[in-house]
């Protein structure tokens, strides 16, 4: 493979690439001709064949252009490539800045859509001429109960950027600047990246990932109070936004973003909760593996057993492609496209963004997958992962028009895991049963993090955002006491809260973007279920693709619904976490059978 980073030429040639600023004015020009055509008008709010035109133009202008174009996907993608580059944030500061004066002003069309009379709407979901649209004007009509004025949303909208984004940014630039000299192989040392810490952590190694324990623990520690101001401000952030909105609770927004009802979050959370004892008896399992009374913290994840095979990146993309030709061959094709087109950035670098993403922005531009790939299994299964999300966004854009574009968080997840599983199945099927045991412990750990972790998560941000409005502010004490408290929840006796462990909230992204963990664990618990469907019939996968080209056009619960899957029921939530369990016994079984337990 010639590309080991991203080829960005599909955009700009490099950073200083004259056509950026000829670019920039036709996203000006293209942007405001739509805003000076509508502005004035109030025509397409009353008649159905006005509206229909406004959004048919709205949808090319999305499509082609919206708010910044070629230029801020270029650098969104470029400082994820090198997050310490001043040169890099300042032209992304710039082009931000200026899709954020275009975003301002754009803006009217869709509050006025929001605002029109609830008599009208049905009258407007109800026309044939905006059947192409309906779900749209549907997901925009349920948030108007949220939405302000035209000018305090401009207000909110500018200030999103200093009041939340900005914050976060630092914290995580700051963590990516670190590096530490640790034990990476008896009597050898090396100067490591935070990625790279958090990686080795994993090492089936005692010294080696307590050496990389103590350096990760002293980068936490090391920013924990710029991370408590950080976090207590976009809390603070948060609150205010609400309070305006007069949403009721917290995570409401998120629900309502991601197009799915509070009652099935709440079912999803509640039906996991009651399930820890799933998670408590796994790493009681693994503790006695690996020969210890109780797992510290930074173990948990620890590999067990024999998995010491080196996979290239080259390898483990075979083995990647030869799994999804055995599913369809459509997503052979969309991979070979990605490799053709240097979709991938794929080892990891000082700077460079730490885990793992797949990203995309306009319905017609490129999809990039950005890796940290370190030639361990679990990199395959994280490639797996990436290439699912691109092949979803890939089926996307062939069905979808521009305001269709996108998967709501809550479904978000179901394509990566679906297309991971799958290639583990194929590496367990020629596995004898020592590296059977390590493999299926694997797979509990992943099963574990993704779903009983992240619902764990889920309830430590809940109660973050509930004592934060209690009380005004969180020391980092504060903030540590609850993050363990949630993390023990389901971890359970076999894991210690060790020294160090009350500060791992200051790395963890994704409790910045507010209430979005839960998706995981619905998007594996979904995926189980097509999994299974596939098995059982081959041919099931034509439906499969048919949800996964979906988009953002219809909501979950009636995606779902055309494929006999019932999310609001319980019962179908338990029967996912039934295989789990199932999974569990079997590799106890297994492991009582060879005499490791």
């Known amino acids: 493979m010639r590309n080991k980073t991203w080829n960005l030429s599909h955009l700009f040639t490099n950073d200083i690439d004259p056509i950026m600023e000829k670019k920039r004015a036709v996203v000006k020009q293209k942007s405001y001709a739509f805003i000076n055509r509508w502005k004035e008008r109030t025509d397409y709010l009353k008649d159905p064949t006005v509206l229909r035109q406004a959004l048919d133009e709205y949808e090319r202008w999305l499509r082609l252009y919206a708010t910044d174009g070629d230029e801020g996907y270029y650098f969104w993608l470029r400082t994820a490539q090198d997050q310490n580059n001043p040169e890099l944030k300042g032209k992304f500061n710039k082009i931000d800045d200026f899709s ?82 640790v034990f990476v192989g008896k009597g050898k040392k090396d100067k490591l990246t935070f990625s790279e810490l958090l990686s080795l952590m994993n090492s089936k190694h005692n010294f080696v990932r307590d050496s990389s324990a103590r350096a990760f623990n002293s980068i936490l520690r090391k920013h924990a109070d710029v991370a408590e101001s950080e976090l207590n401000s976009i809390l603070s ?75 290239t990146f080259q390898e483990s993309l075979q083995l990647v492609r030869k799994v999804l030709g055995k599913l369809d061959h459509s ?59 691109g092949i979803n966004n890939e089926l996307i854009k062939k069905k979808q028009h521009a305001l269709y574009f996108g998967t709501p968080l809550s479904t978000a997840e179901v394509a990566s895991t679906f297309m991971e599983d799958f290639v583990l199945q194929e590496i367990l099927k020629n596995a004898d049963n020592t590296l059977k045991l390590s493999l299926m412990m694997m797979k509990l750990n992943d099963d574990v993090s993704t779903i009983f972790r992240q619902v764990a998560c889920y309830a430590f941000e809940q109660e973050l955002h509930s004592e934060f409005r209690a009380k005004g502010y969180l020391s980092k004490e504060d903030i540590g ?44 618990l979904i995926s189980k279920s097509l999994q299974n469907s596939v098995k059982k019939e081959p041919r099931f996968i034509k439906k499969v693709k048919a949800f996964l080209s979906s988009g953002l056009s219809e909501s979950p619960e009636k995606s779902f619904k055309k494929l006999g899957i019932d999310i609001t029921d319980r019962l179908f939530w338990n029967r996912g976490l039934d295989e789990i369990e199932i999974l569990l016994e079997n590799t106890i079984s297994l492991a009582e059978k060879m005499r490791r337990i």
């Open 100 to 181: 954020k004066k275009i975003g301002n002003d754009i803006r009217f069309f869709y509050l006025r859509l929001s605002k029109i009379p609830r008599k009208r709407q049905n009258l407007f979901l109800k026309h044939p001429s905006l059947s192409k649209y309906k779900h749209y004007l549907e997901r925009i009509f349920i948030e108007a109960a949220y939405i302000l004025t035209e000018p305090e949303e401009k207000i909110l909208y500018l200030k999103s950027a200093p009041a939340h984004a900005n914050w976060t940014k630092m914290t995580s630039s700051f963590l990516a600047k670190e590096e530490r000299t």
């Open 237 to 311: 952030n948060k609150k205010i936004d609400d309070e305006l909105r007069n949403i009721p609770r917290p995570d409401l927004s998120r629900h309502i973003s991601d197009d799915i009802g509070t009652e099935i979050v709440d079912t999803l959370t509640q039906s996991i909760t009651e399930r820890f004892d799933i998670p408590h008896r796994y790493y009681t399992v693994k503790a006695k593996l690996l020969k210890v009374k109780k797992l510290r913290y930074h173990e948990r994840n620890v590999e067990f057993g024999e998995m010491t095979k080196k996979y």
């Open 331 to 389: 997503f052979v094709e969309i991979l070979d496209r990605f490799i053709h087109q240097g979709a991938f950035d794929i080892f990891p670098r000082k700077g460079k963004s730490s885990g793992a993403f797949c990203a995309h922005h306009l319905i017609s531009q490129p999809t990039y997958i950005l890796l940290n790939h370190t030639d361990r299994l679990q990199d395959i299964l994280t490639l797996a992962h990436e290439i699912g999300h």
């Open 481 to 524: 006491k609850l993050f363990r408290k949630h993390m023990a929840s389901y971890m359970g006796r076999s894991v210690e809260q060790s020294r160090g462990s009350e500060n791992w909230w200051v790395y963890w992204g994704h409790i910045r973007s507010f209430f979005y963990v839960y998706s995981y664990a619905s998007g594996l």
